[in-house]
């Protein structure tokens, strides 16, 4: 059985003795060193060379997510798990860009913790079903946002309106926008007369100054 050798990296002391206390239990995991603050961690994972890092988001000095991106930088084959009390968004987005592998709550059962550090070898990015759902809550509530700034500031056009408007902007002619969106060329014109007619203006060029204004 091949040992996995961790360290903890967590504030508050009983959390760490308790999670060192949990994971020696294992007969393949060894807790090489413990570390009250991300520049200690940091530190350590030079002298312990250590396969997995557990790290508090929240510590001292150095918090977890600056202490996952510089080892990471560093030592991209070791493996950072982040550790957090709260299902915070920010935090969620943060860790995923500072490249660690995984982000976990510690109100999990420690079963599952101890299932989640043998599979998280696999290369996988690990996080808790609850944690996922809100994740992809957040990123579908940034596209939406995304698509309503894009299109917020031309509230009285319709759909197809605004579809044509975008590939005006990309510069197409009227025949390449027809073959864009699969309808006439014909109708193509029908809607920029009426386009124009919302913007004031009576002619492309006009109505691109009008778009490059918004």
């Known amino acids: ?18 999670l060192k206390t949990i994971l020696e239990l294992e007969e393949d995991i ?10 200690e961690a940091w530190e350590m994972v030079h002298r312990n060379e250590p396969d997995i890092v557990l790290l508090d988001i929240q510590m001292p000095v150095m918090d977890g997510i600056c202490c996952a991106r510089k080892i990471k930088q560093h030592h991209p084959d070791v493996i950072v798990l982040l550790l957090s009390t709260f299902m915070d968004e920010q935090y969620i987005m943060e ?7 995984g982000y976990l709550l510690k109100d999990m059962d420690s079963r599952l913790l101890i299932q989640t550090i043998r599979s998280v070898t696999a290369g996988q990015f690990t996080m808790p079903a609850a944690v996922a759902i809100q994740l992809a809550e957040m990123i579908n509530r940034q596209l939406i946002e995304t698509d309503r700034t894009a299109f917020g500031q031309f509230a009285d056009f319709t759909r197809r309106e605004q579809e044509i408007i975008t590939l ?11 073959q864009q969106l699969y309808i006439h060329s014909g ?7 009426i386009i124009y007619a919302k913007m004031g203006v009576n002619d492309r060029m006009s109505a691109l100054m009008y778009l490059q204004a918004k």
Do not use: F, H, P, W
């Open 1 to 18: 059985m091949n040992e996995l050798k961790l360290l903890v990296a967590d504030d508050q002391t009983l959390m760490r003795e308790g």
């Open 95 to 101: 860790g995923m860009r500072s490249g660690a592998n």
């Open 30 to 39: 060894i807790v090489v060193n413990t570390a009250a603050n991300g520049q």
């Open 168 to 178: 005006m902007r990309k510069g197409l002619t009227n025949k390449q926008i027809a």
């Open 187 to 193: 109708t193509v014109r029908n809607y920029i007369s």
